[in-house]
């Protein structure tokens, strides 16, 4: 698994829960190392027993703490970057839900060997829409969950979110857009700031 997938749990879970709380889970998960290099490359199966091992501490189920890992990576300030990659996706919510397909991409323009599962959007009715996450990233649904809540707020859009579960190998994220301009949504521009 990519470094930069296991910093970022890494980091969330640092902010969530502690620095000493994390080294609990990666003495846990059997680690001799407790910091993530994010341009590494790990074994699938030691990313898979630090998730684990950070859930046993948490206390927390798997998808709950993926889900907010998911709300952490829009939300956090120093995760600016990945907050502005994704509001690249368009002017609005239903705009960005239909750049989705293309996030796969986009994440590999900026880190040419990090490989996020495809996805597909299907519009169905006036604000009803089903995402399909291909396998690839255990877990990946919920941490996008996580990425649509908080991307409906920092649009200002009112929407509830179903996690169908996995159908034919794939996770299926239910999406009703209840209203698109429910509040005031987070600033953007498209302009860098200097200075």
């Known amino acids: 698994m990519h470094g930069l997938i296991n910093s970022a749990v890494q980091s969330f879970f640092c902010s969530a829960y502690g620095g000493d709380r994390w080294r609990r889970v990666t003495a846990a998960a059997g680690l001799d190392f407790s910091e993530f290099e994010a341009m590494l490359v790990y074994d699938d199966d030691l990313s898979m027993r630090v998730l684990a091992a950070a859930c046993a501490e948490s206390?927390?189920?798997?998808?709950?703490?993926?889900?907010?890992?998911?709300?952490?990576?829009?939300?956090?300030?120093?995760?600016?970057?990945?907050?502005?990659?994704?509001?690249?996706?368009?002017?609005?919510?239903?705009?960005?839900?239909?750049?989705?397909?293309?996030?796969?991409?986009?994440?590999?323009?900026?880190?040419?060997?990090?490989?996020?599962?495809d996805m597909e959007l299907r519009d169905h009715a006036e604000g009803s829409f089903t995402l399909t996450c291909r396998p690839g990233l255990p877990g990946f649904g919920s941490v996008m969950m996580g990425v649509l809540r908080a991307m409906a707020d920092d649009y200002g859009a009112l929407a509830t979110l179903d996690h169908g579960g996995v159908r034919d190998g794939c996770e299926v994220i239910s999406i009703s857009l209840i209203e698109t301009a429910y509040a005031e949504g987070r600033e953007f521009d498209l302009g860098a700031r200097t200075g």
Do not use: K
Request: charged fraction near 25%.
């Open 59 to 117: 206390g927390r189920p798997q998808p709950e703490l993926l889900e907010d890992l998911g709300t952490y990576l829009v939300c956090d300030p120093a995760l600016e970057p990945l907050r502005r990659l994704l509001r690249f996706g368009g002017a609005s919510y239903p705009e960005f839900l239909h750049s989705l397909d293309d996030l796969p991409d986009r994440a590999r323009l900026a880190v040419s060997d990090l490989h996020l599962p």
